[in-house]
């Protein structure tokens, strides 16, 4: 019963965590303010946690186990290399508007207050990885493959840095608000198709028939992990 109650309250905290160093970064969340938020004693945060430096990267180590579970599911799925990679970054944006641990790792990575848990290197290495082989294929649309992994890095952390935040604990969160719910998978699904028409061509090729209207498409991706394949439909 006991170890029942520390592991909820664990929990909590973690989650508490993950809210306050979303919205105010690592310089401005504090101990007690997310003690506050938990609904429990400042001591009992510092049972589980000796300090913000541990909180936070107990916080990162979440997120990043949630985006390496992202990125196996994408990895899984079998897509052409260029696909696989615009997949993964239409993931992440959706992954980033419902996750707030996600949110707070990529935070603390920018900030560089967590160096030792860095978000960025669970994916970006992936979709640097699938261009490289998608630029070495004969016809690929990709040229210049490490001006293109750099250019979806930016567009992942971009999407990340201008995500509004939260007006405090307990307030709606920022991105579901902004552009609709996964407006910015649709806006990042609509920049693909303008930077690989080829590829956006692909979703509708021989062996992948063309969805039908009112279906998952990437402009409208699914459900968290499994973005659909970049098509040319409207």
């Not at 609904?39 to 990162?60: M, R």
């Not at 290197?121 to 490289?132: K, Q």
């Not at 699904?189 to 930077?195: L, S």
């Not at 509708?204 to 040319?232: D, E, I, K, Y």
């Amino acid at each position: 019963m006991r170890q029942e109650r520390a592991s909820r309250t664990r929990r909590a905290l973690l989650r508490a965590a993950a809210e306050e160093f979303d919205r105010l970064g690592y310089a401005g969340a504090s101990l007690a303010g997310i003690a506050r938020a938990a609904g429990i004693s400042l001591g009992a945060l510092t049972f589980h946690f000796s300090s913000k430096q541990e909180l936070s990267t107990a916080v990162s180590e979440q997120g990043c186990a949630a985006t390496r579970a992202l990125v196996a599911r994408t990895g899984a799925r079998g897509e052409p290399p260029v696909q696989c990679a615009v997949s993964l970054t239409l993931g992440l944006v959706e992954l980033l508007e419902k996750d707030a641990s996600v949110r707070a790792a990529a935070r603390l990575d920018r900030e560089a207050a967590d160096a030792g848990h860095g978000w960025q290197g669970v994916w970006a290495p992936v979709i640097h990885e699938c261009l490289r082989a998608a630029a070495d294929a004969e016809g690929s649309p990709v040229g210049d493959s490490a001006a293109l992994a750099a250019l979806a890095v930016l567009l992942v952390c971009g999407t990340e840095a201008t995500l509004p935040r939260p007006a405090g604990p307990g307030s709606p969160a920022g991105p579901a608000g902004h552009g609709g719910q996964q407006g910015n998978s649709a806006l990042l699904a609509r920049i693909w198709r303008q930077i690989l028409p080829q590829t956006a061509q692909a979703g509708c090729g021989p062996g992948r028939p063309p969805q039908p209207r009112g279906s998952h498409t990437a402009l409208h991706p699914p459900s968290t992990g499994t973005p659909a394949p970049v098509t040319n439909e409207a």
